[in-house]
């Protein structure tokens, strides 16, 4: 199974890169992981509704640049549908199984993703209601999947 994470902005956080790190090695073991980083758009702190979607519509034409017409696209959004470790194992499983090998997660940036890459997108994943940093997405998301193929192969792991 091939797994890419497409996620806007540059990880420069030293204790997330490790943690990242450590979990792609981890998943060497049961797929192929690549994490594309696409540059994120220069913003001030106060952007009007016009200039939000801009900047999500810039991001989101780089991110569509880099997906590739047969992969299985799951974009992360908070209003996406909520699955429990179990589910993504499943989800997982039934990708390998069913010829969507190659799936892509999609992180956007901090004002989202945008309408273009959500039509993009085969499915819609939340991890919460609550908002999280898009750079601590890569690492949970990481984990969680790392966490998948675990389950799917009856091995230990905590819980």
Do not use: C
């Not at 797929?31 to 009007?48: C, F, G, Q, R, Y």
């Not at 996406?80 to 499943?90: D, P």
């Amino acid at each position: 199974m091939h797994i890419t994470v497409v996620a806007v902005g540059k990880l420069k956080e030293k204790y997330l890169k490790l943690g990242i790190e450590e979990y792609s090695k981890r998943l060497s073991a049961y797929a192929k992981v690549e994490i594309i980083e696409v540059t994120d758009e220069k913003a001030p702190e106060n952007l009007s509704e016009a200039e939000m979607l801009r900047v999500k519509e810039k991001e989101g034409e780089r991110i569509l640049a880099v997906l590739k017409p047969d992969q299985h696209v799951i974009a992360l959004a908070i209003e996406g549908e909520m699955w429990s470790s179990e589910k993504l194992a499943q989800k997982l499983d039934y990708w390998a199984t069913y010829g969507q090998s190659s799936v892509a997660f999609v992180i956007g940036g901090s004002l989202g993703l945008s309408a273009a890459v959500m039509k993009r997108a085969n499915e819609s994943l939340s991890f919460s209601r609550m908002t999280f940093p898009h750079q601590l997405m890569r690492l949970i998301l990481l984990e969680q999947v790392y966490r998948g193929f675990k389950i799917n192969r009856g091995e230990p792991y905590h819980k």
